[in-house]
């Protein structure tokens, strides 16, 4: 079975082959990190995405950050081989792909091979590099099957207890999200489907779900306009197509719907003990670095956006935002004092699932129900079955 997921590694600086590599302390050596995306029926062709290099120490010289699309000859989850003869970078004005020009030396194209043997249970490999122009190093790279979770977790012991908490920190900077079982990582729909390449996404997967909604909604998009990319990305999300966004809201209140709702769709002897809301206070945005949001970007980052509603009832009406992130376990990402500089911006707190009837119940009289979060057949249908499982009808 071919290997699959989205893997972190470093690769040492380049020698010439047949010297001998530099001698370097641990702590000292160069940081050269990359992630590599492999795809489910896609194990063929990986991404290798090159975010943080020292100068003079890449296998592509002193770029410092690129992306190799790589073909993969072997991929059977104990080795990978695979090699490029070409790399891709961002035009850091336009946010455009362009490809990073590599000139070739003593008349030589550029060439990159790889090839690394798995080590422990297809999650962890080591292996060597080498370039068309006798360089070569070693690599090695692993998918962490958990990351760190968030730590600022208050228990709630009752749902009036969660409302006396929703109400200080619902009025300060956070957004919301409401989970049916605290044990879940926060993680995206298309991460969750095996799904880690967004170039490909962006150029195959968005292009056909814009051509067909074209026709279908009676609207166009320009990808090329940020505002018109997150329109599509969010109207996508919302239908049930598989994004790198998480839906997030403004309201606590609306992000416990969420997770109350989840839990009763849940049989009760199936049912986790807990529910979770995280706060994400907006502020980390400061942190990230990145002025607009691309699924182009090569470094790992994650960012709020908020898309027009246009077509997108339901944005309005759940006073909806989104969490964008490249990385499959952005909870760890947010929680990772390397990304964070050891401040605290994702919060959570746990309520028992048993508190569900009471809580629903409680926010339909406040105005939130599955009528007024899903306008349309939906809500109505939704709203229903709500007072089903409630025992009010």
């Not at 239908?239 to 606590?252: A, E, K, Q, R, V």
């Not at 947010?334 to 048993?354: E, K, N």
């Not at 709500?386 to 025992?391: D, R, V």
Request: include cysteine; proline fraction near 6%.
């Amino acid at each position: 079975m071919a290997a699959i997921g989205q893997f972190w590694g470093s690769f040492s600086a380049p020698r010439v082959q047949g010297q001998p590599q530099p001698i370097l302390q641990p702590d000292l050596a160069p940081a050269n990190l990359f992630f590599l995306n492999l795809d489910a029926h896609r194990g063929h062709e990986p991404g290798l995405f090159v975010y943080q290099v020292v100068p003079g120490t890449s296998p592509l010289g002193g770029r410092t950050k690129f992306m190799v699309p790589l073909t993969a000859t072997v991929n059977d989850g104990h080795r990978l081989i695979a090699h490029s003869a070409q790399a891709f970078t961002v035009d850091p004005e336009t946010a455009r792909v362009v490809v990073a020009r590599i000139a070739p030396r003593n008349g030589i194209d550029y060439r990159l091979d790889i090839e690394a043997i798995a080590a422990v249970q297809n999650l962890s490999y080591q292996g060597n590099w080498r370039n068309s122009w006798g360089e070569q190093g070693t690599l090695e790279f692993w998918r962490p099957e958990a990351g760190e979770r968030v730590r600022d977790v208050t228990v709630c012991d009752s749902w009036s207890e969660y409302k006396s908490w929703a109400g200080g920190v619902g009025r300060t900077n956070f957004a919301f999200r409401g989970q049916s079982n605290n044990e879940w990582q926060l993680k995206s729909s298309l991460h969750r489907a095996n799904r880690f390449d967004l170039w490909y996404y962006s150029r195959a997967a968005l292009q056909q779900l814009q051509h067909e909604l074209e026709g279908g909604v009676g609207t166009s998009f320009d990808r090329e306009k940020p505002i018109d990319f997150s329109r599509l990305l969010a109207l996508g999300q919302h239908h049930g197509f598989p994004t790198p966004l998480i839906d997030f809201t403004f309201s606590p209140y609306i992000a416990a719907y969420f997770a109350m709702s989840g839990a009763l769709d849940v049989p009760e002897s199936s049912r986790a003990s807990h529910v979770r809301i995280y706060a994400l206070d907006k502020a980390f945005q400061s942190v990230a670095n990145q002025p607009t949001v691309a699924l182009t970007a090569i470094e790992p980052l994650a960012g709020l956006i908020g898309p027009s509603g246009l077509h997108n009832p339901r944005l309005y009406a759940q006073q909806g935002t989104f969490l964008f992130s490249n990385v499959e376990l952005v909870e760890h990402l947010l929680t990772s004092q390397l990304y964070t500089g050891g401040q605290t911006y994702l919060r959570a707190v746990d309520i028992p699932s048993h508190a569900a009837v009471e809580a629903l119940t409680d926010l339909s009289y406040m105005g939130i129900s599955p009528a007024s979060l899903f306008p349309g057949v939906d809500g109505v249908c939704m709203k229903i079955k709500q007072q089903i499982l409630t025992g009010q009808l």
